[in-house]
Protein backbone atom coordinates (compact mmCIF):
# COMPACT_ATOMS: atom_id res chain seq x y z
CA UNK A 1 0.00 0.00 0.00
CA UNK A 2 1.51 3.44 -1.11
CA UNK A 3 1.41 6.58 1.54
CA UNK A 4 -1.38 8.14 -0.99
CA UNK A 5 -4.14 5.15 0.43
CA UNK A 6 -4.65 7.12 3.31
CA UNK A 7 -7.10 8.15 1.22
CA UNK A 8 -8.81 5.24 0.28
CA UNK A 9 -7.33 6.03 -3.24
CA UNK A 10 -6.95 2.10 -3.94
CA UNK A 11 -10.27 0.47 -2.34
CA UNK A 12 -11.64 3.45 -5.00
CA UNK A 13 -9.59 1.81 -7.75
CA UNK A 14 -11.16 -1.54 -6.95
CA UNK A 15 -14.74 -0.24 -6.62
CA UNK A 16 -14.42 1.96 -10.07
CA UNK A 17 -13.02 -1.55 -11.69
CA UNK A 18 -15.97 -3.19 -10.42
CA UNK A 19 -18.84 -1.13 -12.33
CA UNK A 20 -20.76 -1.49 -8.72
CA UNK A 21 -21.68 2.02 -8.99
CA UNK A 22 -23.39 1.69 -12.62
CA UNK A 23 -25.30 -0.93 -11.33
CA UNK A 24 -26.77 -0.01 -7.99
CA UNK A 25 -27.54 3.26 -8.59
CA UNK A 26 -29.56 4.99 -5.47
CA UNK A 27 -29.19 8.41 -6.68
CA UNK A 28 -29.72 8.30 -10.85
CA UNK A 29 -33.08 6.78 -12.50
CA UNK A 30 -32.63 3.58 -14.24
CA UNK A 31 -31.70 4.17 -18.14
CA UNK A 32 -30.69 0.92 -19.74
CA UNK A 33 -33.57 -1.70 -19.86
CA UNK A 34 -31.38 -4.42 -18.38
CA UNK A 35 -30.67 -2.93 -14.71
CA UNK A 36 -34.98 -2.18 -15.17
CA UNK A 37 -36.34 -4.65 -12.78
CA UNK A 38 -40.42 -6.09 -12.30
CA UNK A 39 -43.21 -3.31 -13.50
CA UNK A 40 -43.93 -4.92 -16.84
CA UNK A 41 -47.42 -4.57 -16.85
CA UNK A 42 -47.05 -1.44 -16.11
CA UNK A 43 -44.67 -0.23 -19.09
CA UNK A 44 -46.81 -2.23 -21.37
CA UNK A 45 -49.90 -0.30 -20.32
CA UNK A 46 -48.04 3.35 -20.93
CA UNK A 47 -47.05 1.73 -24.54
CA UNK A 48 -50.55 0.65 -25.57
CA UNK A 49 -51.60 4.29 -24.20
CA UNK A 50 -49.07 5.85 -26.01
CA UNK A 51 -49.67 3.81 -28.95
CA UNK A 52 -53.22 4.74 -29.27
CA UNK A 53 -54.09 7.48 -31.48
CA UNK A 54 -55.11 10.72 -29.39
CA UNK A 55 -53.99 9.23 -26.39
CA UNK A 56 -51.13 10.60 -24.20
CA UNK A 57 -50.18 9.35 -20.86
CA UNK A 58 -49.63 11.42 -16.98
CA UNK A 59 -47.38 9.34 -14.71
CA UNK A 60 -47.45 10.60 -11.47
CA UNK A 61 -46.51 9.10 -7.52
CA UNK A 62 -44.32 10.17 -4.76
CA UNK A 63 -40.70 11.33 -4.87
CA UNK A 64 -38.29 8.08 -5.42
CA UNK A 65 -40.70 5.46 -6.30
CA UNK A 66 -39.39 4.91 -9.72
CA UNK A 67 -41.27 7.21 -11.96
CA UNK A 68 -38.18 8.74 -14.31
CA UNK A 69 -36.89 5.07 -14.57
CA UNK A 70 -40.20 3.82 -15.72
CA UNK A 71 -40.46 6.57 -17.90
CA UNK A 72 -37.40 6.42 -19.39
CA UNK A 73 -37.74 2.81 -20.51
CA UNK A 74 -40.79 3.01 -21.67
CA UNK A 75 -39.67 5.93 -23.71
CA UNK A 76 -37.04 3.57 -24.74
CA UNK A 77 -39.10 0.30 -26.37
CA UNK A 78 -41.32 3.22 -27.84
CA UNK A 79 -38.86 4.94 -29.74
CA UNK A 80 -37.17 1.32 -30.91
CA UNK A 81 -40.63 -0.77 -31.88
CA UNK A 82 -43.15 1.74 -32.11
CA UNK A 83 -42.75 5.51 -32.78
CA UNK A 84 -40.75 7.18 -35.81
CA UNK A 85 -38.82 10.66 -35.10
CA UNK A 86 -37.43 11.36 -31.96
CA UNK A 87 -37.44 11.75 -28.10
CA UNK A 88 -37.49 15.24 -26.68
CA UNK A 89 -36.92 14.24 -22.33
CA UNK A 90 -37.69 17.63 -20.84
CA UNK A 91 -36.79 17.90 -16.77
CA UNK A 92 -38.64 20.90 -15.75
CA UNK A 93 -37.55 23.15 -12.97
CA UNK A 94 -38.74 26.22 -11.15
CA UNK A 95 -37.81 28.40 -14.12
CA UNK A 96 -39.59 26.65 -16.97
CA UNK A 97 -42.62 27.77 -19.03
CA UNK A 98 -44.61 26.20 -21.64
CA UNK A 99 -42.44 27.95 -23.91
CA UNK A 100 -39.35 26.43 -22.82
CA UNK A 101 -40.56 22.99 -22.58
CA UNK A 102 -41.60 22.93 -26.28
CA UNK A 103 -38.10 25.10 -27.23
CA UNK A 104 -36.91 22.04 -28.84
CA UNK A 105 -39.71 20.07 -30.81
CA UNK A 106 -40.40 23.09 -32.36
CA UNK A 107 -36.74 24.11 -33.02
CA UNK A 108 -36.93 20.88 -34.78
CA UNK A 109 -39.51 22.99 -37.63
CA UNK A 110 -38.33 25.42 -37.70
CA UNK A 111 -39.32 27.66 -34.94
CA UNK A 112 -36.60 29.17 -33.31
CA UNK A 113 -37.54 29.81 -29.75
CA UNK A 114 -34.81 31.45 -28.32
CA UNK A 115 -34.43 32.42 -24.69
CA UNK A 116 -33.07 36.22 -24.50
CA UNK A 117 -31.64 37.86 -21.27
CA UNK A 118 -32.67 41.06 -19.82
CA UNK A 119 -30.52 42.27 -16.95
CA UNK A 120 -32.27 44.31 -14.64
CA UNK A 121 -30.03 46.47 -12.31
CA UNK A 122 -31.39 47.04 -9.00
CA UNK A 123 -30.84 50.05 -6.77
CA UNK A 124 -29.10 48.22 -4.26
CA UNK A 125 -26.31 47.06 -6.84
CA UNK A 126 -25.90 43.94 -8.41
CA UNK A 127 -27.82 42.67 -11.37
CA UNK A 128 -30.13 39.90 -11.80
CA UNK A 129 -30.76 38.32 -15.10
CA UNK A 130 -34.36 37.55 -15.98
CA UNK A 131 -35.11 35.16 -18.88
CA UNK A 132 -38.15 36.35 -21.28
CA UNK A 133 -38.53 33.72 -24.10
CA UNK A 134 -38.82 35.65 -27.43
CA UNK A 135 -39.75 33.74 -30.31
CA UNK A 136 -37.80 34.30 -33.51
CA UNK A 137 -39.22 32.93 -36.60
CA UNK A 138 -37.81 33.34 -40.23
CA UNK A 139 -34.25 35.14 -40.23
CA UNK A 140 -32.55 35.98 -36.74
CA UNK A 141 -32.21 39.58 -37.65
CA UNK A 142 -36.17 40.10 -38.28
CA UNK A 143 -36.61 40.17 -34.38
CA UNK A 144 -35.34 42.72 -31.80
CA UNK A 145 -33.73 41.68 -28.93
CA UNK A 146 -34.52 44.37 -26.94
CA UNK A 147 -38.33 44.71 -27.41
CA UNK A 148 -38.65 40.88 -25.52
CA UNK A 149 -41.84 40.10 -27.32
CA UNK A 150 -42.93 37.20 -29.03
CA UNK A 151 -43.10 38.18 -32.75
CA UNK A 152 -45.63 35.65 -33.41
CA UNK A 153 -48.32 34.83 -32.10
CA UNK A 154 -48.97 37.81 -29.86
CA UNK A 155 -47.13 37.89 -27.10
CA UNK A 156 -46.91 34.34 -25.39
CA UNK A 157 -46.26 30.75 -27.38
CA UNK A 158 -50.12 30.07 -27.55
CA UNK A 159 -51.35 26.10 -27.42
CA UNK A 160 -53.07 26.33 -30.61
CA UNK A 161 -50.04 27.77 -32.36
CA UNK A 162 -47.99 25.30 -30.81
CA UNK A 163 -50.10 22.48 -31.41
CA UNK A 164 -50.66 23.84 -35.05
CA UNK A 165 -46.47 24.22 -35.94
CA UNK A 166 -45.79 20.76 -34.55
CA UNK A 167 -48.79 18.84 -36.39
CA UNK A 168 -46.89 16.81 -38.87
CA UNK A 169 -43.93 15.99 -36.32
CA UNK A 170 -43.28 12.70 -34.97
CA UNK A 171 -41.96 11.72 -31.87
CA UNK A 172 -42.33 11.51 -28.41
CA UNK A 173 -42.12 14.32 -25.87
CA UNK A 174 -41.34 13.25 -22.18
CA UNK A 175 -41.70 15.95 -19.65
CA UNK A 176 -40.43 14.98 -16.26
CA UNK A 177 -40.20 16.89 -13.15
CA UNK A 178 -43.31 18.61 -14.26
CA UNK A 179 -44.50 19.14 -10.80
CA UNK A 180 -41.74 21.85 -10.92
CA UNK A 181 -43.79 24.21 -13.03
CA UNK A 182 -45.02 26.95 -10.87
CA UNK A 183 -47.68 28.74 -12.66
CA UNK A 184 -51.08 27.72 -13.25
CA UNK A 185 -50.77 29.67 -16.31
CA UNK A 186 -47.94 27.09 -17.90
CA UNK A 187 -49.95 24.31 -16.80
CA UNK A 188 -52.78 25.35 -18.33
CA UNK A 189 -51.06 25.96 -21.57
CA UNK A 190 -49.53 22.46 -21.56
CA UNK A 191 -53.31 20.97 -20.80
CA UNK A 192 -54.51 23.03 -23.99
CA UNK A 193 -51.52 21.80 -25.80
CA UNK A 194 -52.49 18.15 -25.35
CA UNK A 195 -55.85 18.30 -25.91
CA UNK A 196 -54.95 20.05 -29.15
CA UNK A 197 -52.52 17.00 -30.41
CA UNK A 198 -55.08 14.80 -29.80
CA UNK A 199 -58.38 16.21 -31.28
CA UNK A 200 -56.07 16.97 -34.29
CA UNK A 201 -54.41 13.47 -34.14
CA UNK A 202 -51.12 14.17 -34.00
CA UNK A 203 -48.40 11.74 -34.39
CA UNK A 204 -46.06 13.30 -31.86
CA UNK A 205 -47.00 11.92 -28.58
CA UNK A 206 -46.29 13.16 -24.75
CA UNK A 207 -45.56 11.58 -21.58
CA UNK A 208 -46.11 13.59 -18.21
CA UNK A 209 -44.15 12.55 -15.31
CA UNK A 210 -44.57 14.27 -11.53
CA UNK A 211 -44.72 14.11 -8.00
CA UNK A 212 -48.11 14.48 -6.96
CA UNK A 213 -50.55 12.46 -5.01
CA UNK A 214 -53.34 13.01 -7.79
CA UNK A 215 -53.68 13.97 -11.31
CA UNK A 216 -55.24 17.18 -10.61
CA UNK A 217 -52.27 18.45 -8.54
CA UNK A 218 -50.16 18.20 -11.82
CA UNK A 219 -52.66 19.12 -14.27
CA UNK A 220 -54.67 22.79 -14.50
CA UNK A 221 -57.60 22.37 -16.23
CA UNK A 222 -57.55 18.61 -15.71
CA UNK A 223 -60.68 17.72 -16.75
CA UNK A 224 -60.96 19.12 -20.32
CA UNK A 225 -57.47 17.08 -20.81
CA UNK A 226 -58.75 14.03 -19.02
CA UNK A 227 -60.42 12.01 -21.89
CA UNK A 228 -56.90 12.36 -24.12
CA UNK A 229 -54.44 11.78 -20.99
CA UNK A 230 -54.48 8.08 -19.50
CA UNK A 231 -53.35 8.81 -15.66
CA UNK A 232 -51.38 5.97 -14.12
CA UNK A 233 -50.46 6.54 -10.36
CA UNK A 234 -46.82 4.62 -9.39
CA UNK A 235 -47.31 2.74 -5.90
CA UNK A 236 -44.02 1.75 -4.27
CA UNK A 237 -42.61 -1.49 -5.58
CA UNK A 238 -43.73 -4.89 -4.57
CA UNK A 239 -40.93 -7.02 -1.99
CA UNK A 240 -40.88 -9.21 -4.89
CA UNK A 241 -39.46 -6.70 -7.52
CA UNK A 242 -37.28 -5.57 -4.37
CA UNK A 243 -35.44 -8.66 -4.47
CA UNK A 244 -35.00 -8.43 -8.15
CA UNK A 245 -32.92 -5.76 -8.20
CA UNK A 246 -30.66 -6.67 -5.62
CA UNK A 247 -30.30 -10.11 -6.63
CA UNK A 248 -29.87 -8.87 -10.59
CA UNK A 249 -27.40 -6.52 -9.67
CA UNK A 250 -25.39 -9.24 -7.65
CA UNK A 251 -25.52 -11.62 -10.41
CA UNK A 252 -23.97 -8.83 -12.75
CA UNK A 253 -21.50 -8.40 -9.98
CA UNK A 254 -20.92 -12.45 -8.75
CA UNK A 255 -21.46 -11.19 -5.34
CA UNK A 256 -23.92 -13.41 -2.87
CA UNK A 257 -26.23 -11.54 -0.85
CA UNK A 258 -27.03 -14.13 1.89
CA UNK A 259 -30.91 -14.66 2.08
CA UNK A 260 -31.16 -12.92 5.35
CA UNK A 261 -29.48 -10.29 4.42
CA UNK A 262 -31.70 -9.92 1.19
CA UNK A 263 -34.64 -9.95 3.64
CA UNK A 264 -33.48 -7.01 5.74
CA UNK A 265 -32.81 -5.01 3.09
CA UNK A 266 -36.58 -5.35 1.37
CA UNK A 267 -37.95 -5.00 5.10
CA UNK A 268 -35.94 -1.56 5.40
CA UNK A 269 -36.95 -0.24 1.90
CA UNK A 270 -40.44 -0.47 2.44
CA UNK A 271 -40.98 -0.38 -1.32
CA UNK A 272 -38.96 2.37 -1.87
CA UNK A 273 -36.27 0.91 -5.02
CA UNK A 274 -33.63 4.16 -3.57
CA UNK A 275 -33.52 2.52 -0.53
CA UNK A 276 -32.53 -0.82 -1.99
CA UNK A 277 -29.84 0.57 -4.29
CA UNK A 278 -28.43 1.98 -1.25
CA UNK A 279 -28.19 -0.54 0.44
CA UNK A 280 -26.83 -3.22 -1.74
CA UNK A 281 -24.60 -0.63 -3.29
CA UNK A 282 -22.80 -0.33 0.27
CA UNK A 283 -22.99 -3.88 1.22
CA UNK A 284 -21.45 -4.50 -2.41
CA UNK A 285 -19.08 -2.04 -2.21
CA UNK A 286 -17.78 -3.38 1.39
CA UNK A 287 -17.20 -6.81 -0.26
CA UNK A 288 -15.62 -5.69 -3.30
CA UNK A 289 -12.89 -3.34 -1.51
CA UNK A 290 -12.44 -6.45 0.76
CA UNK A 291 -12.54 -9.07 -2.31
CA UNK A 292 -15.09 -10.92 -0.61
CA UNK A 293 -18.21 -12.51 -2.62
CA UNK A 294 -20.48 -13.45 0.39
CA UNK A 295 -22.74 -10.86 2.10
CA UNK A 296 -23.75 -11.79 5.60
CA UNK A 297 -25.77 -10.27 8.03
CA UNK A 298 -22.58 -8.44 10.23
CA UNK A 299 -21.79 -6.71 6.41
CA UNK A 300 -24.94 -5.63 6.47
CA UNK A 301 -24.54 -3.91 9.96
CA UNK A 302 -21.23 -1.74 8.93
CA UNK A 303 -22.59 -1.52 5.54
CA UNK A 304 -25.96 0.23 6.53
CA UNK A 305 -24.34 2.74 9.00
CA UNK A 306 -22.52 4.52 5.69
CA UNK A 307 -25.76 4.09 3.78
CA UNK A 308 -27.12 6.69 6.68
CA UNK A 309 -24.58 8.70 5.96
CA UNK A 310 -25.06 8.77 2.84
CA UNK A 311 -28.82 9.77 2.63
CA UNK A 312 -30.01 12.57 1.67
CA UNK A 313 -29.67 15.61 3.96
CA UNK A 314 -33.22 16.36 4.29
CA UNK A 315 -34.34 13.06 5.74
CA UNK A 316 -31.75 13.15 7.80
CA UNK A 317 -32.37 16.59 8.85
CA UNK A 318 -35.72 15.88 9.66
CA UNK A 319 -35.64 13.02 11.57
CA UNK A 320 -32.59 14.17 13.67
CA UNK A 321 -34.59 17.21 14.43
CA UNK A 322 -37.27 15.18 15.71
CA UNK A 323 -35.48 12.81 17.88
CA UNK A 324 -33.14 15.11 19.48
CA UNK A 325 -33.33 15.05 23.28
CA UNK A 326 -30.80 15.10 26.02
CA UNK A 327 -33.39 13.66 28.18
CA UNK A 328 -35.18 11.04 26.34
CA UNK A 329 -35.50 8.75 24.09
CA UNK A 330 -39.33 8.56 23.72
CA UNK A 331 -39.07 10.75 20.23
CA UNK A 332 -37.02 7.89 18.60
CA UNK A 333 -39.08 5.23 20.05
CA UNK A 334 -42.33 6.86 18.73
CA UNK A 335 -41.16 7.53 14.96
CA UNK A 336 -39.69 3.63 15.36
CA UNK A 337 -43.15 2.57 16.28
CA UNK A 338 -44.67 4.93 13.49
CA UNK A 339 -42.50 3.43 11.17
CA UNK A 340 -43.22 -0.10 11.47
CA UNK A 341 -46.72 0.26 10.94
CA UNK A 342 -47.42 -0.90 7.39
CA UNK A 343 -49.38 1.41 6.49
CA UNK A 344 -49.39 5.13 5.14
CA UNK A 345 -51.79 6.47 7.72
CA UNK A 346 -52.49 4.78 10.78
CA UNK A 347 -54.99 5.84 13.95
CA UNK A 348 -53.83 6.92 17.01
CA UNK A 349 -54.61 3.53 18.64
CA UNK A 350 -52.47 1.57 16.08
CA UNK A 351 -49.21 4.35 17.12
CA UNK A 352 -49.98 3.30 20.77
CA UNK A 353 -49.79 -0.34 20.35
CA UNK A 354 -46.84 -0.15 17.67
CA UNK A 355 -45.18 2.13 20.12
CA UNK A 356 -45.69 -0.53 23.44
CA UNK A 357 -43.84 -3.12 21.28
CA UNK A 358 -41.07 -0.93 20.65
CA UNK A 359 -40.77 0.14 24.28
CA UNK A 360 -41.85 -3.31 25.73
CA UNK A 361 -44.53 -1.62 28.22
CA UNK A 362 -48.13 -0.50 27.28
CA UNK A 363 -47.80 3.05 26.46
CA UNK A 364 -51.12 5.54 27.16
CA UNK A 365 -52.18 8.19 24.63
CA UNK A 366 -51.53 11.00 27.47
CA UNK A 367 -47.68 9.63 27.59
CA UNK A 368 -47.87 10.07 23.86
CA UNK A 369 -49.52 13.43 23.60
CA UNK A 370 -46.68 14.69 25.55
CA UNK A 371 -44.24 14.37 22.85
CA UNK A 372 -46.86 14.93 20.23
CA UNK A 373 -46.36 18.96 19.80
CA UNK A 374 -42.71 18.33 18.59
CA UNK A 375 -43.77 15.35 16.22
CA UNK A 376 -47.27 15.97 15.00
CA UNK A 377 -48.99 19.21 13.32
CA UNK A 378 -51.89 19.44 10.68
CA UNK A 379 -49.49 20.98 8.17
CA UNK A 380 -46.22 22.09 8.48
CA UNK A 381 -42.48 20.76 9.18
CA UNK A 382 -43.29 18.19 11.51
CA UNK A 383 -42.24 14.69 10.32
CA UNK A 384 -45.64 13.43 11.10
CA UNK A 385 -49.08 15.15 10.03
CA UNK A 386 -52.59 14.76 11.18
CA UNK A 387 -54.72 14.23 8.97
CA UNK A 388 -57.85 13.97 10.96
CA UNK A 389 -58.64 13.31 14.45
CA UNK A 390 -56.61 10.57 15.70
CA UNK A 391 -55.32 9.50 12.10
CA UNK A 392 -51.56 10.29 11.19
CA UNK A 393 -49.47 10.22 8.49
CA UNK A 394 -45.82 10.54 7.74
CA UNK A 395 -44.99 14.07 5.88
CA UNK A 396 -42.43 12.78 3.80
CA UNK A 397 -43.47 8.87 2.67
CA UNK A 398 -39.40 8.14 2.29
CA UNK A 399 -38.87 8.80 5.85
CA UNK A 400 -40.20 5.41 7.37
CA UNK A 401 -37.88 3.83 5.26
CA UNK A 402 -35.17 6.15 6.78
CA UNK A 403 -36.09 5.35 10.14
CA UNK A 404 -35.80 1.53 9.48
CA UNK A 405 -32.41 1.69 8.20
CA UNK A 406 -31.34 4.72 10.50
CA UNK A 407 -32.60 1.94 13.55
CA UNK A 408 -31.22 -1.23 11.56
CA UNK A 409 -30.81 -3.05 14.82
CA UNK A 410 -34.91 -3.08 14.73
CA UNK A 411 -35.18 -4.47 11.24
CA UNK A 412 -32.29 -5.90 10.18
CA UNK A 413 -32.13 -9.02 12.49
CA UNK A 414 -36.19 -10.01 12.88
CA UNK A 415 -39.27 -9.28 10.96
CA UNK A 416 -41.24 -8.23 13.95
CA UNK A 417 -39.53 -4.71 15.56
CA UNK A 418 -38.66 -5.28 18.88
CA UNK A 419 -35.65 -3.35 20.23
CA UNK A 420 -32.80 -6.03 21.46
N1 LIG B 1 -37.79 -0.71 -12.13
C1 LIG B 1 -36.65 -0.42 -11.49
N2 LIG B 1 -35.64 -1.33 -11.41
C2 LIG B 1 -34.50 -1.05 -10.75
N3 LIG B 1 -34.28 0.10 -10.10
C3 LIG B 1 -35.24 1.05 -10.14
C4 LIG B 1 -36.46 0.85 -10.83
N4 LIG B 1 -37.22 1.94 -10.69
C5 LIG B 1 -36.50 2.82 -9.96
N5 LIG B 1 -35.30 2.30 -9.62
C6 LIG B 1 -34.28 2.99 -8.81
O1 LIG B 1 -34.98 3.64 -7.75
C7 LIG B 1 -34.49 4.95 -7.52
C8 LIG B 1 -35.58 5.99 -7.75
O2 LIG B 1 -36.00 5.93 -9.10
P1 LIG B 1 -36.46 7.18 -9.94
O3 LIG B 1 -36.92 6.65 -11.25
O4 LIG B 1 -35.42 8.24 -9.94
O5 LIG B 1 -37.71 7.65 -9.06
P2 LIG B 1 -38.63 8.95 -9.16
O6 LIG B 1 -38.48 9.51 -10.55
O7 LIG B 1 -40.02 8.46 -8.88
O8 LIG B 1 -38.16 9.88 -8.10
C9 LIG B 1 -33.29 5.10 -8.43
O9 LIG B 1 -32.17 4.71 -7.68
C10 LIG B 1 -33.51 4.08 -9.53
O10 LIG B 1 -32.28 3.61 -10.02
MG1 LIG C 1 -37.73 11.40 -11.15
Redo the contacts with the bound molecule.
Keep these: MNEEDFFGLEREQKIRKSGVRSIY ?6 HSIK ?5 EALVKRLIEQINTPGQHALLY ?13 TAHLLLKNLIKGKLYTKRCDSQDSFETILAEPLKEVGIDLRVASETKSHKEGGSAGVQIPVIATGSITSYNENTFRLRSPGHRLSPSYAAEALKDLEGLIVI ?1 ESDAIRTAGDKRRLSEFIKLLSDGDCKLKVLM ?1 G ?1 AQTAEDLMEAHQSVQRCLKETK ?1 ER ?1 SDN ?1 LR ?2 IE ?1 GANKLKLLFQPDVVDAIIRMSWG ?3 F ?3 LALKCAEDAIAEGRQEITHANLQVAVRRAVEDAEETLRRTYADATRSSGTDMYRQILCGAASIEKEEFTAKELRNAVSKITQRKVQQTELNNYFQRLVSEKGATILKRITKGVYRFNDPRIPSFIRIANHQVWASASKPTEQ
Excluded at 25 to 30: F, V
Excluded at 61 to 73: E, F, M, T, Y
Aim: net charge neutral; hydrophobic share 40%.
Design positions: TPHQPILFFGRGDRGVGKSSLANVDVILMELIGYPHTHL
